[in-house]
């Protein structure tokens, strides 16, 4: 008999899940053991059974990969080969641009609680009242319909709901990681080794 996990500590012993994303991936049905779903986090398996995070295979000790990827607008899914790594942070269907994927489970939960710069390009339904003031958000207005907004620790979804005229954001920027200009919508690449240097300096500075 091999050494026995509960399947969330399986998950978090890898480094790509924090317990608490863990737990919730098992309970939202995005892991099977042996082609199976298990819903219950404290379920037992052993190094002998394969473990799958929707579609792809979770071992102790994976290579951890860090990914920029450029999300199209109107689409959910990310190509086949990156849906084993987890974004730092998703864009509503609407939106494009740029993502941040990896399993790396130390900087996902350090981009959690760090206060973090987001920059968009917003198209706009109207526009924003000038006098609009708010201690997360900053606006540069380049025409009546269009602005670029930067924002500090604050989620896609939370941003819409403080302006509700915004009607599609394109996400240019992830302090420090900029869209690459030669990305193109759909593709993406694998972050070089002073941009995970520097990202890792935003949030995690004690890693230096």
């Known amino acids: ?8 500590k399986f998950l978090q012993e890898s480094g790509y899940f924090s317990r608490r994303s863990a737990i919730r991936a098992i309970k ?13 986090p404290w379920y037992e398996v052993s190094l002998n059974d394969k473990i ?11 290579p951890i990969e860090y990914v920029i990827y450029y999300k199209p607008a109107n689409s959910t899914y990310f190509p086949k080969e990156l849906r084993h790594l987890i974004p ?12 941040i994927l990896t399993n790396d489970g130390e900087l996902h939960r350090a981009y959690n609680t760090r ?10 339904s109207i526009p924003i009242d000038e006098n609009f003031e708010h201690q ?4 540069s207005l380049i025409s009546r319909e269009k602005a670029i907004i930067t924002t500090i620790k604050l989620k896609v979804n ?8 915004i009607k599609k954001l394109k996400r240019i920027e992830t302090e420090p990681i900029v869209l690459p200009k030669n990305l193109k919508a759909g593709e993406y690449r694998k972050m070089t080794e002073d941009e995970i240097i520097a ?10």
Request: cysteine-free.
């Open 136 to 139: 997360n958000i900053k606006i």
């Open 199 to 208: 990202l890792k300096s935003i949030l995690i500075p004690t890693s230096s």
């Open 28 to 40: 939202y049905g995005l892991v099977k053991v042996n082609k199976k779903v298990v819903r219950e």
């Open 115 to 124: 206060f973090v710069k987001n920059k968009y390009i917003a198209e706009l």
């Open 1 to 8: 008999m091999g050494k026995k996990y509960k399947l969330f």
């Open 88 to 99: 730092l942070e998703n864009l509503p269907k609407p939106d494009e641009g740029l993502i």
């Open 158 to 165: 939370k941003l819409k709901k403080i302006l509700p005229t």
């Open 52 to 62: 799958t995070f929707k579609g792809f295979e979770i071992k102790l000790n994976m």
